[in-house]
């Protein structure tokens, strides 16, 4: 198995990996009139924008909040999430149940997100379904109702979701528990679906409160990305979102920092589910909102060179050469609004052993600090990055999600169409600099996760 980033997204009842915000780069702007990427802000504060692809008659509608869990208040962790539930149960115009039913009737497909950084809700239908779809958005921006009854149901469903998903999860109580650990300080410690004995506690006045706060025009980016001409959203969107009430000015999100990371910490599971046993070691990085200029570059494409897929250093090794390792790789979140983590990981062939593995990828590690990445190696993990800008461009879906998470997260359109030149820039030294820095076992966390009666020594 292989271990995610230490943030998860809930989606709509689902525990998903979180993807890396910035792992596909934005394809530079089509200057034609009707394909350009175009950006505003309505009246109300509500940033929009809109993303013409005009190869199918079908549409991306997007609400991005700039709220997750890492901003609920102590105690009332998971509250970003349950709200998100609570968002499907309707309003005085749109009754529960009337968004799923109609999206489902035109053949589109809906759901919700919720993160560390921010929560979205989002239908792809037909183009001709966009201002219905933007009339029920802008309706349950600040029209939801809320009784007690949907209140005790929905956090039920919330609560066995929590014990499906991570309390039934060997890996899933694992990385919990290694996030936990990781972040000594920061609500990222915190799971975003939150602690059991504190989503019991979740009440009406605790998701109004967070409603209220959170969810306005304001604190919010509307992404529209599919067959539409940027004139026609505009008037959609100052006809339904317009008319939504700006909310209070929120203050900055800072959140608690970390403190000096100084110790190794290691964190260990074994259960019976258990057959293969598998290691990570992760440690905290800055991130493209928080690094210092070129260092989130550079750590993306140490992972990629280090971890990133089968033409990596580890995989070639480890897997290929080696041929002790099933799986082995790294990975980094990027996009995250604070500091994240970067991850290594591995788990042994038959008839290997874990410390086998474990000992092939640090040494991988230590090989790239001391005598750095070639420039064959730099240049093709380059190349990989800037091409995945097609695939980008391809998926009305995944430039929806690029330009809404960015933004959501702190960043801006610039950041992203910017993006592949920064890449390009990066040195070989600053990609060996960044492993150097960042990349110590002796302020790392490693996770074991372990058939009954082994230890991560064994």
């Not at 290997?352 to 750095?372: F, R």
Request: cysteine-free.
């Amino acid at each position: 198995m292989t271990f995610p980033e230490p943030s998860m997204i809930l989606k709509h009842g689902l525990a998903l990996a979180l993807v890396t915000v910035l792992s596909l780069p934005a394809m530079a702007e089509d200057t034609a009139p009707d394909t350009a990427i175009q950006n505003f802000t309505l009246d109300n504060g509500l940033e929009v924008v809109v993303i013409p692809d005009h190869r199918a008659p079908i549409v991306t509608h997007m609400v991005w909040y700039k709220v997750g869990s890492a901003d609920e208040a102590p105690g009332k962790s998971g509250i970003a999430h349950f709200l998100e539930h609570l968002m499907f149960k309707g309003t005085v115009k749109h009754p529960a149940g009337e968004l799923d039913r109609l999206v489902t009737e035109i053949g589109g497909n809906g759901n919700a997100v919720t993160t560390s950084d921010f929560t979205t809700y989002f239908q792809t239908v037909p183009a001709d379904a966009l201002a219905t779809m933007m009339d029920i958005e802008a309706d349950r921006m600040r029209g939801l109702v809320l009784t007690d009854d949907v209140i005790g149901s929905e956090r039920d469903v919330v609560l066995e979701e929590r014990r499906m998903r991570v309390d039934g999860s060997p890996q899933a109580l694992l990385q919990e528990e290694t996030t936990a650990t990781l972040f000594q300080n920061h609500p990222y410690r915190i799971p975003t679906i939150g602690w059991m004995q504190e989503i019991e506690q979740l009440n009406r006045a605790d998701a109004v409160a967070f409603y209220d706060q959170y969810y306005a025009p304001n604190n919010a980016v509307l992404v529209i990305a599919g067959d539409v001409e940027p004139a026609a959203v505009r008037t959609l969107a100052e006809e339904t979102y317009g008319k939504v009430p700006r909310g209070p000015d929120l203050p900055a999100r800072v959140r608690p920092s970390e403190p000096v990371q100084d110790t190794k910490r290691t964190v260990s599971l074994s259960d019976a589910r258990i057959g293969i046993p598998s290691f990570s070691r992760t440690w905290i990085v800055p991130t493209y909102r928080t690094a210092e200029p070129g260092e989130a570059e550079a750590i993306d494409l140490l992972s990629e060179i280090l971890g990133g897929g089968s033409r990596s250093r580890l995989y070639q090794q480890v897997i290929v050469k080696d041929g002790i390792g099933a799986s082995a790789g790294a990975s980094y979140d990027g996009g995250a609004y604070d500091p994240s983590g970067f991850t290594i990981y591995g788990a042994p062939q038959p008839g290997h052993t874990l410390p086998e593995v474990e000992a092939a990828v640090d040494a991988q590690v230590a090989l790239l600090i001391k005598d750095g990445v070639t420039e064959a190696e730099l240049n093709s993990a380059k190349a990989r990055y800037v091409r995945s800008m097609i695939f980008a461009h391809d998926a009305q879906a995944s430039m929806a999600n690029l330009y809404g998470s960015r933004l959501a997260s702190g960043g801006t359109i610039k950041d992203i169409t910017e993006w592949p030149d920064r890449i390009r820039a990066v040195t070989a030294e600053q990609v060996q600099a960044v492993a150097a820095k960042y990349l110590n076992p002796a302020i790392s966390v490693t996770s074991y996760l372990l058939p009954p009666e082994t230890t991560g020594a064994q």
